[in-house]
């Protein structure tokens, strides 16, 4: 990979919380290299294996348990932040595509920016942007990481009014009714504001600010779709 391209990649995420290569060098014949990905992905920031013991994760159907975490069923994905259970989530999250699902599976981009500015279009928005402001909520880590860090993490805000962004809905802590109202709210307002939808291709490279950039992914079937996910801190 061309060292301007990744110059390039790196300006566009800086202005824009998401970008995407094309044609990255990472599929030799077909087949992922593990070292082509992390070189890849070592443009963008310091591989973390912190979930999951490795820097690299597959992400790819392997249960039909209707509970499992995103990275491990096929379905669909409502817009979340990566590691938003931990205190500081990692920085950027690359995902290389290897095989796209036959029947959709497309990847769902979203700015914090975006989310703000549709909430305070909605009546009850205003509310809600207070509430998800406030450092009451909390996230219990998906079962197939160990528990380790739940107990740590304080309760941290949704939307803190930094252009920043932390959320996922199905594995929320317990709320009380205004809080859950917000939660209403904002999914609501997921639905509603203007993202982004991208087709995958075999060598696509698709990075997001995993701070300001909310991502989520079409439903699909197909057991076949592959993805490597690295997730990165951006101090190198
Ligand atoms: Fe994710």
Known sequence: MRETEILRARDELAACGWTVLEDA????????DPEGVLRIATGFGRPSSRDGGREIWT???????PGATFSIRAGGAGFHTDAQYHSRPEDVVCLFVVRPAADGGDTMLLTA?????TLGRDPAGEV???RLAQPVWTWTPPDVFTGKAAAAVPPMP???????????????????PPHAHAATVLESGLRRAPATRLRQHPGDVIVIDNHRTLH??????????????????ADR
Do not use: K, M, Q, S
């Open 59 to 65: 992400v790819t159907p392997r249960t039909t348990r």
């Open 158 to 176: 949704v939307l803190p009014g930094d252009g920043t962004v932390r959320w996922r809905r199905d594995n929320l802590g317990p709320l009380r």
């Open 113 to 117: 920016r975006d989310v703000v500015a």
């Open 25 to 32: 060098p990472f599929l030799p014949h077909g087949r992922p």
């Open 216 to 233: 989520g992914r079409t439903p699909f079937a197909d057991p076949e779709r592959r993805l490597l996910r690295v997730r990165l801190w």
């Open 128 to 130: 809600a942007l207070e």
